[in-house]
């Protein structure tokens, strides 16, 4: 039982380059999420998705694409890669209710030159 | 909204002491309320949680007692090791919603 895995762990990007950070997790669960991580400003809610076919929009959208075509994968994919998108990404996936527990992955860090 | 605000750090301690770390939130009805911890280079893991007023969230000998009437989790812990250090995060559920809210995150950092 891997969890929650992201691949990759570290990524160094040129402005507008376009690449997908993958996640996948093994534990069947409903809801799988993309956040940011900025120092000062905990972490953000980029995009969200309740099941496969459903994805919605969380807290900081613009410029990140996501979809979910299987329960286990939800890969974020950067079209246009802008040196505001440096950050460190995690991705995370809970069973449907509020009350559960939410299990992240290790993060990826992008630097955007 | 929805959102939690969490006491500015960072915070330094000496082994032994005690800790508090305040957490307060707003949100439409019960929130689940929890307490995340992050160790240098690594994701977050579940700390504690509390899905229902005054229930008490307790791990590793950390403690945090749901609040509804001040609408506040926080985090405490009686005696704090070095092996503590990390960046603590408080973070809500809101009960007809998905969307995980954050705090900005408390540095913790334990001197022997």
């Known amino acids: 039982n891997a969890g929650v895995t992201q691949t990759p762990k570290f990524q160094v990007l040129k402005t507008g380059q376009s690449m997908t950070l993958q996640c996948a997790q093994d534990?069947?669960?409903?809801?799988m999420s993309w956040y940011r991580q900025d120092p000062g400003m905990g972490l953000r809610l980029i995009h969200y998705?309740?099941?496969?076919?459903?994805?919605d929009q969380g807290e900081v959208p613009n410029g990140y694409n996501v979809s979910r075509s299987t329960t286990e994968d939800f890969p974020l994919r950067l079209l246009s890669a802008a040196p505001s998108q440096t950050s460190v990404y995690f991705c995370?996936?809970?069973?449907?209710?509020?009350?559960?527990?939410?299990?992240f992955g290790p993060g990826t860090r992008l630097l955007v030159l | 909204g929805n959102s939690v605000t969490q006491m500015e750090g960072p915070v330094t301690l000496s082994e032994e002491a005690f800790l508090t770390i305040n957490c307060t939130y707003t949100?439409?009805?019960?929130?689940?309320l929890f307490w995340y911890v992050q160790y240098p280079g690594e994701g977050l893991q579940l700390l504690l949680k509390?899905?229902?007023?005054?229930d008490k969230g307790s791990n590793k000998g950390f403690e945090a007692t749901y609040r509804k009437e001040t609408t506040s989790f926080h985090l405490e812990k009686g005696s704090v090791q070095v092996s503590d250090s990390a960046v603590y995060f408080c973070?809500?559920?809101?009960?007809?919603?998905?969307?995980?809210?954050f705090g900005a995150g408390t540095r913790l950092t334990v001197k022997p």
């Open positions: 995370a996936s809970r069973a449907g209710t509020s009350g559960k527990t939410q299990y």
């Open positions: 534990m069947n669960h409903e809801y």
């Open positions: 998705s309740v099941g496969a076919g459903i994805t």
């Open positions: 949100a439409t009805g019960y929130p689940s």
């Open positions: 509390a899905t229902k007023a005054d």
């Open positions: 973070a809500l559920i809101p009960y007809n919603n998905n969307d995980m809210r």
